[in-house]
């Protein structure tokens, strides 16, 4: 099934956000993301192996904290980056008194919505 590229996201599991923003290596990657960056980068300026770089990086995307680019290479080696996307992130009691998430995200440049497009196509071919 493909998804929707222009469909807002949907807002990630309570715990699934609290398990990364919980996590030490996670918040040391978020904490030297002031651009994006390839997780080789990331691993290299968090000083947390590549191995589990990869582990968190994922946790971090399924939590809506980070945004995945794609770096297009001439040479057909394309590169996933990383990016902050969210200004802050809101716990609270809805209505039913249950907890709720909510992840106030960046507005997407032209570019970031064409590279969110390009993930999309990889990930289904």
Request: aromatic content about 6%; some cysteine; overall charge negative.
């Amino acid at each position: 099934m493909v998804r929707d590229p222009f469909a807002d996201e949907e807002t990630p599991e309570l715990t699934t956000v609290l398990d990364a923003l919980d996590d030490e290596d996670c918040r040391d990657i978020v904490s030297v993301l002031e651009e994006p960056m390839t997780a080789s980068e990331i691993s290299d300026e968090s000083g947390v192996p590549l191995s589990t770089t990869y582990r968190k990086l994922e946790l971090l995307t399924e939590s809506s904290l980070l945004y995945e680019g794609v770096e297009v290479r001439a040479d057909g080696q394309h590169a996933s980056r990383y990016a902050v996307d969210f200004e802050e992130v809101v716990i609270a009691l809805d209505e039913d008194r249950a907890f709720a998430v909510d992840i106030e995200h960046s507005a997407r440049s032209p570019d970031q919505r064409l590279e969110n497009i390009w993930s999309e196509v990889r990930k289904e071919t």
